[in-house]
Nanobody, 121 residues
Framework: VQLQASGGGLVQAGGSLRLSCAGS????????MAWFRQAPGKEREFVGT????????SYADSVKGRFTIDRDNAKNTVWLQMNNLKPEDTATYYC???????????????WGQGTQVTVSS
């Protein structure tokens, strides 16, 4: 399974960005797709996850109500819609895939390359 993340950029606080993650090289229908982020000097943290099978989602408390994960099974693509962005959302964002539902990064064997999101105040 290969994952390709894109869509990062520079945005002002209160703005929005939409990240995408395209999957290839394997069947993802039985996987969970997740987004993680890593700020400089910090651990990689869980942002949210979505089930390819039924679209059910879960989010970290820090982004709940502001971020939304969606998917397009036909395109093998997952999106992370980020609204009302804050400077503390600044990080490199990674998509990941796993057959297990988990918020632990060690549960995800497949990773995209990361895309930078910078939120200015």
């Amino acid at each position: 399974v290969q994952l390709q993340a894109s869509g990062g950029g520079l945005v002002q606080a209160g703005g929005s960005l939409r990240l995408s993650c395209a999957g290839s090289g394997g069947a993802l229908s039985d996987h969970y797709m997740a987004w993680f982020r890593q700020a400089p000097g910090k651990e990689r943290e869980f942002v949210g996850t979505i089930s390819w099978y039924d679209g059910s989602t879960s989010y970290a408390d820090s982004v709940k109500g502001r971020f939304t994960i969606d998917r397009d099974n036909a395109k093998n693509t997952v999106w992370l819609q980020m609204n009302n962005l804050k400077p503390e959302d600044t990080a490199t964002y990674y998509c990941a895939a796993s057959r297990s539902l988990s918020s632990a990064r060690t549960s995800y064997p497949y990773w995209g390359q990361g895309t930078q999101v910078t939120v200015s105040s």
